[in-house]
């Protein structure tokens, strides 16, 4: 997408983002009602008097469930080396060229080398959500910490029981981050002349044009397109849906939370994005790792920490009888979701202010502003695509959140995520590829605003 010029590359810059859409629990679903034995593959092929081995077609297991993640979660690790690659300097191509290195050498020995922190990056966010997820390995049965922990909670009640899981998952992540910072310590990427422009797209036509198109268009085809046409087809069968009171409710209530959510997970990011930034003491910078650390964490372990917080203090101040009522408003949830997301809207902000510097900043405290008169008059006018992007992408996380809403939402609260969760625990496919095919939707549109918002900071 950087280096070359091909037949609808504008097209799929940004297509290669949608698959971000698509929840992986949908996806997971998705592909197995395609893939299953009345599903449209396996009926093609048997009209056509092929004999299905239904050996080949079994994606219920821990290999699809790594296709599932691969699919839907590659455009982190796209999005972040792209991203990269486009401020790269073309001059490191240049004189590869000149050196008469080939398209393959460069990519080995000069763009990879330097994109293994971008990578590595991706990799690590798609770590992070691979071990947030419920609701594929539920779907499939696949145990793993995080089932254990639903299993704890909801099956036994044993809130302990789902604590040592929870620890034990914790630790796991810990290991990873430090792996991963371990991983890149002292390797650094800098330019050493000012002289930086970025890369010029080199013209593919013909074959090789036709060919590259066909491939960018197969893997939106994976992740997107085709799970968005199985999901229509299968809500075909049940339309009478969108005629139903709860349905509006499911989407009111995904709506409610959210909005609410997200304005106040964005009021956190500026304030600490500005405190940070305007901070001389060290302690201050240092809490902006502590307060985004929350996204590292998955969602079940962020639930059942809150609920043995609130079940203690229950027990301390109230004797064990409010504790059923404080473990079951919507603020307790509303509190999860900011632990869980602030590092979300926070690195939107940040980036923001990193964009704007601190000029007319200082420039408008010399003329006698105060600090919170300089934020609003001029900070954050310049600041207004920023925290439209961080609206958009934390609106999006909470839109596709499963686990800590299941365990945190107050009683006879569904959202348009838990209620698929429900249908298709039950096997009511049709129902849920209704409710799924409003919420992809809704991402979609999510994902198409942000992506074309960044496009046009960067022209």
Partial sequence: MVRYDFPLRNFFSWALVLPLAFPPYVGAYTYSNLLSYTGPVQLF??????????????????????????????????????????????????????????????FFKVVLPISRGPIIAGVSLVLMEVLNDYGVVKYFGIQTLSTTIFTAWFNMGDLTAAKKVASTLMVFVFVLLFIERFSRRRKRY?????????????????????????????????????????????????????????????????????????????????IIANTVRIATNGFIKSYRELATFGYSVPGAVVAIGIL???????????????????????????FAYLIRFLAVGYSSIEAGFQKIGKSFFEASRTLGHGVTATFFKV???????????????VMLEIFKELPLTLILRPFNFETLATKIYQYTSDEMLPEASVLSLILVLICTAGVYLVTHLNTKEVK
């Fill in 45 to 106: 092929l048997r009209s056509l008097g092929i004999q299905v081995n239904q050996e080949y077609f079994d994606i219920m297991n821990i290999k699809g469930a790594i296709f599932i993640y691969t699919v839907f979660l590659f455009p982190y690790v796209y999005l972040i080396a792209r991203s990269f690659i486009q401020k790269e300097s073309g001059s490191l191509i240049e004189v590869s060229r000149t050196l008469g290195k080939n398209a393959w050498e460069i």
């Fill in 190 to 270: 800098e330019y050493t002349t000012t002289k930086v422009k970025p890369l010029n797209r080199e013209k593919l036509g013909g074959l090789k044009g036709v060919l590259v198109s066909l491939f960018a268009f197969a893997i939106f085809s994976i992740g997107f397109l085709i799970p968005l046409i199985q999901i229509i087809y299968s809500a075909s069968f049940s339309l009478n849906l969108l005629l139903n009171s709860e349905l509006i409710v499911f989407v009111l209530n995904s709506l409610k939370i959210a909005i609410t959510a997200t304005i106040v997970i964005v009021v956190f990011s500026l």
């Fill in 308 to 334: 043995y917080v609130i079940f203690s203090l229950n027990n301390v101040l109230f004797n064990g009888n409010a504790g059923f009522l404080l473990s079951s408003t919507t603020v307790i949830l509303l």
């Fill in 379 to 393: 900070d954050l006018p310049m600041l207004r695509p920023a925290v439209v992007s961080a609206i958009l992408l």
